[in-house]
């Protein structure tokens, strides 16, 4: 019988991880189809483009809809590889080891960007030489996360390349891995536009069966044995700028400070490389955290205060554990009213805590310690639980906070400030010269023999579908 039950649990649990699994692919397979419906737009917008600002535009949101086409497939990629071994995998038992502690989540953010160049004296003081512009933007990835910065003209009347972005990742954990990728095109170039490399098609076509899978599918069938496939790269015929990798750099826990710090870059680029720009090889920015145990409760309930140094006097508190301290309210409500606590508790990776069993010659109930070092004196505070499972409760929540503390480090100290990033706008330099959003809706249709002819505004359904995307890439940043 006991067996039967741990076989019934045994299939509940696996259900109920499949139906999480399930419901985060759709979410990912959602995201993985917007991006490729954008790098369809993307593509379009590049063969209609008839100015150069508007094509590096275009070229960079195709390089980023790339970019995150390869992560969310390998993520998917990944996610059925820990199922199918989680199916494979034994049955857990009760005499097994206990299930490993997991760190809280919590969001990331990098803002105050800025590289620093290293003109020759010649370029920036004398003014000699030709006078070329690079546009360059920020590529950032977290996980599966991708996001990006506005694209700015540089040339050496620039000392540094300053982005105004401030970039957050909602959802990271403690040994996460910040990878910056700076890009650049030389405004000057003239180049055909390179894509995804060829092993996007591989990791593309490998979720067959899934509504993307198909298009993907069918998009590299109908490519035929040219070795190209339409989903991964424009068309022959579209030309458009290049850009090239730069610098790179890998930013992760250590490099999180409540200040600004300069971290050293990777250069990927040569003097001989076209989009080559004279970087003087680090990084400036300003990299937060903060972790949710710092920022949300992660306990609250009834309790009963002993004060400090008092043997007698108790009060009916309630308790809120949030960030590194615990709250002593008089009432639960005025903990969302923001009320004054009654008293605050500080908990820290110094603190000492103690659980104690019932003690009927003394009459006292379930009772947690808290003890913390002020110089010379430690000072204890006595709460009382109202039984034993609150007490388990409470001790396993502290035990939580001690191991994300542990593992968050500094980002425990105090919580660190993050700003929410500002709506992506549509950058100036389009909008000086008219975005090519405005010219479709705007302008006359193009004559016979003119640039888009029969690709945009020839084409009502065509046309409607680019305003449409180009609307949604500005309006999603």
């Not at 959602?30 to 917008?45: P, T, W």
């Not at 003014?127 to 996360?145: C, I, P, S, T, Y």
């Not at 991708?146 to 000392?159: A, F, K, N, P, S």
Request: glycine fraction near 8%; charge should be negative.
């Amino acid at each position: 019988m006991q067996d039967r039950l741990h076989i019934l649990e045994d299939l509940n649990m696996l259900y109920i991880r499949q139906m999480a699994l399930s419901l985060e692919d759709t979410e990912l397979q959602r995201k993985l189809d917007h991006e490729i419906r954008m790098r369809e737009g993307a593509c379009k917008l590049l063969a209609a483009c008839s100015q150069r600002e508007q094509a590096l535009e275009a070229t960079k949101s195709l390089l980023v809809c790339n970019s995150r086409i390869l992560s969310y497939m390998g993520e998917l990629q990944r996610r059925k590889e820990a199922q199918v071994l989680g199916k494979t995998g034994r049955r857990p038992s009760d005499s097994g080891p206990p299930a490993e502690r997991s760190p809280c989540r919590g969001r990331v953010c990098i803002s105050d960007l800025r590289i620093p160049l290293m003109w020759k004296d010649t370029e920036y003081f004398k003014n000699k030489g030709d006078l070329h512009r690079w546009a360059v933007f920020l590529l950032l990835q977290l996980g599966e996360h991708i996001q990006d910065t506005e694209m700015i003209l540089v040339d050496r009347t620039l000392t540094d390349i300053s982005f105004q972005s401030n970039v957050l990742f909602a959802e990271a954990g403690p040994d996460f891995e910040l990878r910056l990728e700076l890009y650049g095109a030389c405004v000057e170039e003239e180049g055909a536009l390179t894509g995804a490399p060829k092993r996007l098609a591989t990791k593309l076509s490998s979720s067959l069966g899934r509504s993307s899978g198909r298009r993907v599918r069918a998009s590299l069938d109908s490519a035929g044995g040219s070795g190209s496939s339409p989903i991964l790269l424009p068309t022959p015929a579209v030309g458009g700028p290049r850009y090239h990798l730069l610098a790179h750099t890998t930013l992760t826990l250590a490099a999180v400070q409540d200040g600004f710090r300069t971290h050293d870059l990777t250069l990927a680029s040569h003097e001989e490389n076209p989009a080559w720009l004279p970087l003087y090889g680090s990084v400036c920015c300003r990299l937060a955290a903060q972790p949710l145990c710092m920022t949300q409760p992660t306990a609250s309930g009834t309790l009963r205060v002993q004060p400090a140094g008092e043997m007698q006097n108790w009060a009916q508190v309630h308790g809120v554990l949030k960030g590194t301290n615990l709250f002593c309210y008089r009432r639960p409500e005025d903990a969302d009213t923001g009320e004054e606590p009654l008293l605050t508790i500080a908990i820290n990776k110094e603190t000492r805590v103690r659980a104690g069993e019932l003690d009927q010659a003394l009459g006292r109930p379930f009772t947690l310690s808290i003890s913390n070092q002020y110089g010379d004196d430690e000072v204890t505070h006595t709460l009382q639980t109202e039984s034993r499972e609150a007490l388990q409760s409470w001790m396993e929540a502290l035990w939580q906070l001690f191991f994300d503390m542990s593992q968050w480090k500094q980002c425990c100290d105090e919580i660190m400030k993050i700003e929410t990033p500002a709506s992506r706008k549509p950058p100036q330099a389009l909008a000086k010269q008219g975005s090519l959003y405005h010219e479709m809706v705007l302008s006359e249709p193009i004559a016979p023999g003119g640039l888009g002819e029969g690709l945009l505004l020839q084409d009502n359904a065509i046309s409607a579908e680019i305003r449409a995307l180009l609307s949604s890439y500005y309006s999603d940043r």
